[in-house]
């Protein structure tokens, strides 16, 4: 199965990639080689007016990376009470209706603040809901996600990284099950 991990920000040196390289290391143990998707490598001609109507072919493999994918696992900030803008843009980008129509995706949000990000990741499951997409119903949340990362970046605290592998392990069963449908 083919798993795609999306780092929601194109922040530089995110707290948001640091736990993606947690998730990725987690997949890899459950068995799988995720692909990652880091928004800081949106190529700047998708910025452009003219990619609405014609994307950029730098962008052709986050589009693919999406459309081949089995199951996609959506790391998220929050940003002013919400998704970032960037990671709206990047949804926006993508081919309608068939980039999220029944495809399996998972939910992890992280935050500075108390709530972890549930205000964005509810934003996101009204989008992916939307697209038709199977949403998993194990989310994560990380708050206050500076207290839980070691200098390295890894997550230091074992609720939350047993938390993280239930679901990335949940998220397996579940679009593994859909796939076979």
Known sequence: ???????????PGSNTRKVVAQLETIYTDLGYMPTILDLAELPPEIFLASAYAEKPASFARFNEAILAADGLHVV??????????????FIDMLKFP????????????IAAGVWGALRPVEQLQAVFGYRNAYIYPER????????????????????VLDRLKAQAGGFVVFARALKKG
């Open 140 to 159: 994560v949340f990380i708050p206050a996600v500076y207290g839980h990362l070691g200098a390295d970046g890894s997550i230091t605290t074992p609720e």
């Open 98 to 109: 068939e980039s999220f129509e029944r495809r399996p995706v998972a939910f992890t949000g």
């Open 1 to 11: 199965m083919n798993m795609v991990i999306l780092a929601g920000t194109n922040r």
């Open 76 to 89: 998220t900030p929050e940003y002013n009470g919400g998704m970032p803008g960037i990671l709206k843009y």
